[in-house]
Nanobody, 116 residues
Framework: QVQLVETGGGLVQAGGSLRLSCAASGRFFSINAMGWYRQAPGQQRELVAV???????TYADSVKGRFTISRDNAKNMVSLQMNRMKPEDTAVYYC?????WGNGYWGQGTQVTVSS
């Protein structure tokens, strides 16, 4: 079992920045892919960014050039630096991790609101 605890989030004006962090704990050998998804009201949950232990990253087109994902493999942590934020970035952001057995886990979610 993997527990994911997210920190960060909140309210920011358009053009501003926020940083989200997520720490994994529990009983596992290793964490494979680790990243962030978001879900806006009435919308499906969508990938924001994901990082592999080797450092490969994938971003949604809508956040490329504005968001940066980073991992600390030793601490089983992942962070998302969000810059030049837009009102359409408003959503609940969820941390997601896949353990060495291929099981996926979700954090509780953190609200991010960007005012115009």
């Amino acid at each position: 079992q993997v527990q994911l605890v997210e920190t960060g989030g909140g309210l920011v004006q358009a053009g501003g920045s926020l940083r989200l962090s997520c720490a994994a704990s529990g009983r596992f050998f290793s964490i494979n892919a680790m990243g962030w998804y978001r879900q806006a009201p009435g919308q499906q949950r969508e990938l924001v960014a994901v990082a592999t232990p080797g450092g490969s990253t994938t971003y949604a087109d809508s956040v490329k050039g504005r968001f940066t994902i980073s991992r600390d493999n030793a601490k089983n942590m992942v962070s998302l630096q969000m810059n030049r934020m837009k009102p359409e970035d408003t959503a609940v952001y969820y941390c997601h991790a896949v353990d060495n057995w291929g099981n996926g886990y979700w954090g509780q979610g953190t609200q991010v609101t960007v005012s115009s």
